[in-house]
């Protein structure tokens, strides 16, 4: 498959920068022309840089946060929001917090959401998700990192490209790259997640995936070799989206 729209950049810390300023462009435009602006945000490793520079722009530049939303693309389940593995700790941490202590307007509480992994009926947590997703007008620009076997926020291999936010099942390849995040014990990684389907990514205005390390550059070359999408690498539903780059450092791009 063409992949469409690609940045490398020579470094992890070049490519977080770039992105960081791509996006801080982005939530300026939005807010001055509409008044508000909704980041669709991912958890993992990669975006780590980009939260931290994002905040330090933000910090130097002082704008009216107060249009800006934010939802999130997943979330173990089952998990609780006071467990420091929980993707929601994770934003806490990363973004919603630094954001909130700059008291520009930006009250985490009221603007920004990810799927409750504390959810006593998961059914109508993903039927919630939804509504406030389409209550705040959709998504403006949706950051999205990609597994090692192809998935995207919690879409396995085999993910229909209707999909909306469900319950899903990690796969085995999925639990073992997150036993990290446990000191190596698999046991102890969450077995579902609650994610955005890929037809809920899909419908968001802009795609930006992010990709570092040698590791992503398999899938990446996988990607890139595709005659057409396939659900076993449900990335690959998301090349067709008419407004979608991908932003890579030196070592994931490999051969893209
Ligand atoms: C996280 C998410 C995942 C990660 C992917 C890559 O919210 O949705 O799809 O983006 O697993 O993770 P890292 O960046 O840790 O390599």
Known sequence: MIIPSHHVYATYDTLCDAVATYIYTNIRHGLQKTGTFVLGCATGSTPEGVYERLVQTISKDKPDLSGLSTVNLDEYFPIQRTDPQSYYQFMMKRLWEPLADLSLGFVPDRQADI?????PDPVAECARYEARIRALGGVD??????????????NEPGSPTDSRTRLVDLTESTIRANSRFYQGDKTKVPRQAITMGIGTILDARELLILASGKNKAPILDKLA???????????????????????L????????
């Open 249 to 256: 450092d030196q070592d994931a791009a490999h051969s893209v």
């Open 115 to 119: 799927p409750r992994g504390d959810a």
């Open 141 to 154: 620009l949706q950051l999205l990192g990609i597994g090692v076997n192809g998935h995207v926020g919690f």
């Open 225 to 247: 070799a595709l005659p057409h999408a396939i659900p076993d690498i449900p990335a690959s539903a998301l090349v067709g989206h008419p407004h979608i780059s991908f932003f």
